[in-house]
């Protein structure tokens, strides 16, 4: 069983090339690690995982590429499972749009409380109230779809958390970026940085949204891979 190809546009594990953490899409989408540190993933078995530690303000660069446009479809997976939560609104990805930065991120606080969506412009804002146990227990199977019909229409959004559809809600406000950068695990506004405190792995990029069969299937390749 491999991992769902069509669409694909970036595709991160744990293999390295050069240095670099490799883009198993084919497209090139390169990333660089800034401290982070191979760790055991969601099956136990050693270096699958990346361990981002707030203290150390690690994070996973990856590149200048636009890869999200208020006009098209995409679909974001990760898995991750928090150490704590040291930094108040740990991020899975912050990534470039054709205006500004579109993030997920994971919260204990009310405004922002369970998986969190968003941006500061042009972009819906959402959460899925999950608790914030949930997140520090366990490995979670994270994606976020979008269908490419209007950002700032929060129908056109959907989060799924271990293949379930979540029922979301009006997120705050994320703050003004200051810094346009593509990362895994940190996400800079103008007056602070959010890192993630916790491991991060199987992050992908795909410029399709993914209806929830699919989800479903992603995730239960992610259980074993």
Known sequence: MSIDRYGLVAHYQHYLTDGKLLDLSGKGNHGTINGATPTTDHNGR?????????ANLDYIDLGETVFLNTSNPFTLICSVK?????AIYPILFSLKTNNTIFSVGLSNQTPYLGVAIGSS???????TNDPATLFTSQ???IAVTYN???SSTNANFEIYVNG??????????FGVV???KNTIGAHQTATTTYYTNGVINQAAIYNVAKSDSEIQKLYNYWRTH
């Open 121 to 127: 412009a042009n972009w819906s804002r959402l959460k």
């Open 82 to 86: 928090l150490t704590n939560y040291a």
């Open 139 to 141: 490995y979670n199977h």
């Open 178 to 180: 200051s810094s346009i």
């Open 148 to 150: 490419g019909n209007g």
């Open 164 to 173: 379930v559809k979540k029922t979301l809600t009006n997120s705050d406000n």
């Open 46 to 54: 050693a270096n699958r995982g990346w361990l981002f530690q707030n």
